[in-house]
T-cell receptor, first 113, second 115 residues
Framework: NAGVTQTPKFRILKIGQSMTLQCAQDMNHNYMYWYRQDPGMGLKLIYYSVGAGITDKGEVPNGYNVSRSTTEDFPLRLELAAPSQTSVYFC????????????FGPGTRLLVL | AQKITQTQPGMFVQEKEAVTLDCTYDTSDPSYGLFWYKQPSSGEMIFLIYQGSYDQQNATEGRYSLNFQKARKSANLVISASQLGDSAMYFCAMSLDTGRRALTFGSGTRLQVQP
């Protein structure tokens, strides 16, 4: 049982490049989330999904896209990277029935130069 | 919309002493959960403690306890017998028990434990 996994751990992008941050969970959780954490700040919700095929925007969705074709995977796509997207990205999941059990991935550190 | 406020950007505590980290929240929903997470310098989010809005007793987990005052909408974290390894960022968060169930985070408190 690996929990929530994220790849890559660290990435440097040039302005205008695109990339996909991968997130997978093996706990059969319905709810999955992408958060970003800027330096010295708390986490903010980018996108979330309540099940395969269902996604919706969080508080800071601009510049990102997501998809949820399977229960396990929830990739985050950055199009046309900008310096403002330099951040640490966390994927998380929860079953939903018991929202006290929120599981976080280890994070992806992204630097846009 | 939910809001979490942590008014202490940084705190110092002597090793072996107790420390309280403040957290207030705002929501009009009656059913919610309150969380505290620890984030060490390595960056991972470590779950510490959870309090449900209908829980009658304050939550405790080892050296961590949550001082839940519902009328005041506060959910302070108490760490007893501080250890050097407790030095980290601490985040208070909440989620509703319905809808998207996502966490809303405060801005965090950096705790430094001094020998």
């Amino acid at each position: 049982n690996a929990g929530v996994t994220q790849t890559p751990k660290f990435r440097i992008l040039k302005i205008g490049q695109s990339m996909t941050l991968q997130c997978a969970q093996d706990m059969n959780h319905n709810y999955m989330y992408w958060y970003r954490q800027d330096p010295g700040m708390g986490l903010k919700l980018i996108y979330y999904s309540v099940g395969a095929g269902i996604t919706d925007k969080g508080e800071v969705p601009n510049g990102y896209n997501v998809s949820r074709s399977t229960t396990e995977d929830f990739p985050l796509r950055l199009e046309l990277a900008a310096p403002s997207q330099t951040s640490v990205y966390f994927c998380a999941s929860t079953l939903g029935r018991d929202s006290r059990a929120q599981y976080f991935g280890p994070g992806t550190r992204l630097l846009v130069l | 919309a939910q809001k979490i406020t942590q008014t202490q950007p940084g705190m110092f505590v002597q090793e072996k002493e107790a420390v309280t980290l403040d957290c207030t929240y705002d929501t009009s929903d009656p059913s919610y959960g309150l969380f505290w997470y620890k984030q060490p310098s390595s960056g991972e989010m470590i779950f510490l403690i959870y309090q449900g809005s209908y829980d009658q007793q304050n939550a405790t987990e080892g050296r961590y306890s949550l001082n839940f005052q519902k009328a005041r909408k506060s959910a302070n974290l108490v760490i007893s017998a501080s250890q050097l390894g407790d030095s980290a960022m601490y985040f208070c968060a909440m989620s509703l028990d319905t809808g998207r169930r996502a966490l809303t985070f405060g801005s965090g408190t950096r705790l430094q434990v001094q020998p």
